[in-house]
Nanobody, 111 residues
Framework: QVQLVESGGGLVQPGGSLRLSCAAS????????IGWFRQAPGKQRGLVAS???????HYADSVKGRFTISRDNAKNTVDLQMNSLKPEDTAVYYC?????WGQGTQVTVSS
C-alpha cells in the first residue's frame, strides 16, 4: 500500500527552525520527483520546494535561502529543513510523490 506520512511540524517562534520529514512506504523514492507544498488558511496550495530523481532542486522565491529539500534514500524519506521561519510560513505542509499526497503537517510560526 502506497503511503506518505509527514512529520515534524509544530509551533515555532519567528526566526526559528523546523525540520519536516516525509516517509514513504509502498514504493521507493529514489526514482521519483518529490515536492513539498503548503496551504495556508484561505489560500491555494502552492509549491514550496521540489527535487527531481536526478537531484535538481527548485524553491519558491519566498523560501529561497531559508529552506532546503533533501532526500535520504536509505531511509526512504525526503526532508524539508526550514530556517529563519516567518509568520507567513504558517501553513499545512504536504509532500507529494507520483500523484500521492500525505495527510499534511501543521507549521505555525508565531510569537
Amino acid at each position: 500500500q502506497v503511503q506518505l506520512v509527514e512529520s515534524g511540524g509544530g509551533l515555532v517562534q519567528p526566526g526559528g527552525s523546523l525540520r519536516l520529514s516525509c516517509a514513504a512506504s509502498g514504493f521507493t523514492l529514489d526514482y521519483y520527483d518529490i515536492g513539498w507544498f503548503r496551504q495556508a488558511p484561505g489560500k491555494q496550495r502552492g509549491l514550496v520546494a521540489s527535487t527531481t530523481a536526478a537531484g535538481t532542486t527548485h524553491y519558491a522565491d519566498s523560501v529561497k535561502g531559508r529552506f532546503t529539500i533533501s532526500r535520504d534514500n536509505a531511509k526512504n524519506t525526503v526532508d524539508l529543513q526550514m530556517n529563519s521561519l516567518k509568520p507567513e510560513d504558517t501553513a499545512v505542509y504536504y509532500c507529494t510523490v507520483a500523484g500521492y499526497w500525505g495527510q499534511g503537517t501543521q507549521v505555525t510560526v508565531s510569537s
